[in-house]
Nanobody, 126 residues
């Protein structure tokens, strides 16, 4: 059974950096794509970044490109989201998600992911 557990969220100031982690079990990065999504109060969940199964190609939302970096450690079965130059608008609950067989054009859709973590809160103060 696939399980995802996020950690590392917290309260930071604008301009700070923070790394959140997603510890996975029951899956292999050779077959599962892992994505990060976020949801702010009163807003819909939105795509942040993804790292594709196999070769590990990375993809980002325009709003975080150049500031966030997604990576993975196959030995630890953990995916990281390194966030730099954080802005108040980055405040949200961050979720990691995993799915099999996700084609490139569907990476950004939360409907393509089968398994979700419980989320970790990131709050950026101005």
């Amino acid at each position: 059974q696939v399980q995802l557990v996020e950690s590392g969220g917290g309260l930071v100031q604008a301009g700070d950096s923070l790394t959140v982690s997603c510890a996975a079990s029951g899956l292999s990065f050779s077959t599962y794509t892992v994505g990060w999504f976020r949801q702010a109060p009163g807003q819909e969940r939105e795509f942040v970044a993804a790292i594709r199964r196999g070769g590990g190609g990375t993809y980002y939302a325009d709003s975080v490109k150049g500031r966030f970096t997604i990576s993975r450690d196959s030995a630890k079965i953990t995916v990281y989201l390194q966030m730099k130059n954080l802005k108040p608008e980055d405040t949200a609950v961050y979720y990691c998600a995993a799915g099999r067989g996700i084609i490139l054009s569907s990476l950004f859709s939360d409907r393509q992911y089968d398994y979700w973590g419980q989320g970790t809160q990131v709050t950026v103060s101005s």
